[in-house]
């Protein structure tokens, strides 16, 4: 069942990462990837791309496609093995495929590092 990604705070983010309940980190990875600073955001996805549980799995990678479509994904290495990894598992193909459609669209932002380096000139 779709729901509309809330705009929540850094630390109750934090906490439902934090859950016990798959649904609840789930929510909490979508709400962060739709509202959330895109650097803090993509470290925690990152991360879940790697969880055991399909459904938090699965919501990392899908939370990644938000990142391209709201334009500030940034370019990391480490989301393209992520989401290479993620066409290897079944219950994950469809959902990374779909992602790296987000990406061919609306691109990536360069890296972190390249940001801040333009801003400082």
């Known amino acids: ?15 439902d990462l934090g859950a016990v309940s798959d649904e609840v980190v789930a929510v909490a990875l979508i709400d962060a990837a739709h ?5 803090w955001a993509i ?14 799995a699965k919501a990392a990678v ?17 989301v393209w093995l992520a989401l290479f990894r993620a066409l290897e598992i079944p219950e994950l193909a469809g959902v990374a495929g779909d992602t790296l459609d987000d990406i061919e669209i609306y ?14 000139g």
Do not use: F, N, W
């Open 107 to 120: 691109g990536t932002v360069g890296s972190s590092y390249h940001r801040g380096a333009q801003s400082d």
């Open 43 to 56: 470290e925690k996805l990152l991360v879940a791309t790697g969880d055991d549980r399909p459904v938090v």
């Open 1 to 15: 069942m779709y729901r509309e990604p809330d705009h929540r705070g850094r630390s109750e983010l934090e906490a």
């Open 62 to 78: 899908v939370g990644i496609g938000a990142l391209a479509r709201r334009e500030v994904l940034t370019a990391d290495r480490r």
């Open 35 to 39: 509202h959330a600073s895109p650097d």
